[in-house]
Nanobody, 125 residues
Framework: QVLLVESGGGLVQAGGSLRLSCTAS????????MGWFRQAPGKEREFVAA????????NYDDSVKGRFTISRDNAKNTIYLQMNSLKPEDTAVYYC??????????????????WGQGTQVTVSS
């Protein structure tokens, strides 16, 4: 059984920064791609970023390219999402997720089989 726990959310003004963390326990962390998704009120959950098992490949949604950076530290079983130049439209609950495989840095929710509980990010204008 894998457990993912996110942290680092909060309230920030537009233009500010936050760093989210997601720590995993259970299944061997370093063997799997990981991703970040988000869900805004009244909207479906959407892909934000993904990173390959060894950190060698990343993938970003166009809406966050150049502002967000995903990274991982396999020694700490943790992934990060550095979010800069935040906008009010980034307001959402952010979820980390573990892919059931590795290498594809997939954008599809269906590829991810384990999810954290989410952390709220609120960006004020």
């Amino acid at each position: 059984q894998v457990l993912l726990v996110e942290s680092g959310g909060g309230l920030v003004q537009a233009g500010g920064s936050l760093r989210l963390s997601c720590t995993a326990s259970g299944r061997t962390f370093s063997r799997y791609d990981m991703g970040w998704f988000r869900q805004a009120p009244g909207k479906e959950r959407e892909f934000v970023a993904a990173i390959s098992w060894n950190g060698g490949r990343t993938n970003y949604d166009d809406s966050v390219k150049g502002r967000f950076t995903i990274s991982r530290d396999n020694a700490k079983n943790t992934i990060y999402l550095q979010m800069n130049s935040l906008k009010p439209e980034d307001t959402a609950v952010y979820y980390c997720a573990q892919d059931r495989a590795f290498g594809a840095v997939s954008t599809r929710e269906s590829e991810y089989d384990t999810w954290g509980q989410g952390t709220q990010v609120t960006v004020s204008s």
